[in-house]
């Protein structure tokens, strides 16, 4: 199969588009963040990249706070809104009716109708260039129960989550393996 080089720009995708809360119960915001990922297990260590003009990013390193909430694919115009409008006039939350919960750690609060919430402190900001990442320790993790099996294993496959790519939002399905299925040996029966 040829490949050409393509022109468009950076592209490492599908990636998780998250709804990062910030601020307080009184005075929460919300913006959608598409550069996002864990760097590290043990702590278990995530991160953002805000750009600076961004209404949250004062809120942010101010606060030293924020929380992922990964969203399901319905939705997925609630996640596009709060990536095209500023929380510095609008209460996004309120009229993308999602429900803020208060957190286990931090200040910031959870997004209810999310299935999965990492509670987040900054450990450290760098300067990358058209955006600033806030690289953050995971407090805590607030997953729906239903997604959480008796022995503690998340079981997302039915979650329907969103996933984003080059401009495109996708939902996520079909599982298709697990992690060493490639190389675990079979049972003997």
């Given at each position: 199969?040829?490949?050409?080089?393509w022109?468009?720009g950076?592209?490492?995708?599908?990636?998780?588009?998250?709804?990062?809360?910030?601020?307080?119960?009184?005075?929460a915001n919300?913006?959608?963040?598409?550069?996002t990922?864990?760097?590290?297990?043990?702590?278990a260590?995530?991160?953002?990249?805000?750009?600076p003009s961004?209404?949250?990013?004062?809120i942010?390193e101010?606060?030293?706070e924020?929380?992922?909430n990964?969203p399901?694919s319905a939705?997925?115009?609630?996640v596009d809104?709060?990536?095209?409008?500023?929380?510095?006039r609008?209460?996004k939350l309120?009229?993308?009716?999602?429900t803020?919960?208060?957190?286990q750690?931090v200040?910031?609060?959870?997004?209810?109708?999310?299935?999965?919430?990492?509670?987040?402190r900054?450990?450290?900001?760098r300067?990358l260039?058209?955006?600033t990442?806030?690289?953050a320790?995971?407090?805590?993790?607030?997953?729906?129960?239903?997604?959480?099996?008796?022995?503690?294993?998340?079981n997302?496959?039915q979650?329907?989550?969103?996933?984003?790519?080059?401009g495109?939002?996708f939902?996520?399905?079909?599982?298709c393996?697990?992690?060493?299925?490639?190389?675990?040996?079979?049972?003997?029966?």
């Amino acid at each position: 199969m040829a490949k050409i080089t393509w022109k468009g720009g950076a592209l490492l995708a599908p990636v998780p588009p998250a709804l990062v809360t910030c601020g307080t119960m009184e005075a929460a915001n919300v913006l959608t963040i598409g550069w996002t990922g864990i760097v590290c297990t043990h702590p278990a260590m995530t991160y953002i990249s805000v750009r600076p003009s961004r209404h949250s990013y004062g809120i942010i390193e101010q606060s030293g706070e924020f929380v992922i909430n990964l969203p399901t694919s319905a939705m997925a115009k609630a996640v596009d809104f709060c990536g095209m409008r500023s929380g510095a006039r609008l209460d996004k939350l309120a009229k993308c009716r999602l429900t803020p919960m208060p957190a286990q750690t931090v200040a910031a609060p959870l997004i209810a109708e999310c299935p999965v919430s990492l509670e987040c402190r900054v450990v450290d900001k760098r300067p990358l260039g058209s955006h600033t990442m806030f690289l953050a320790e995971i407090t805590a993790v607030q997953v729906e129960e239903r997604f959480v099996d008796s022995k503690g294993k998340l079981n997302l496959q039915q979650a329907g989550l969103l996933a984003y790519a080059h401009g495109e939002y996708f939902a996520l399905g079909r599982k298709c393996g697990d992690f060493g299925f490639s190389v675990r040996k079979k049972k003997r029966k």
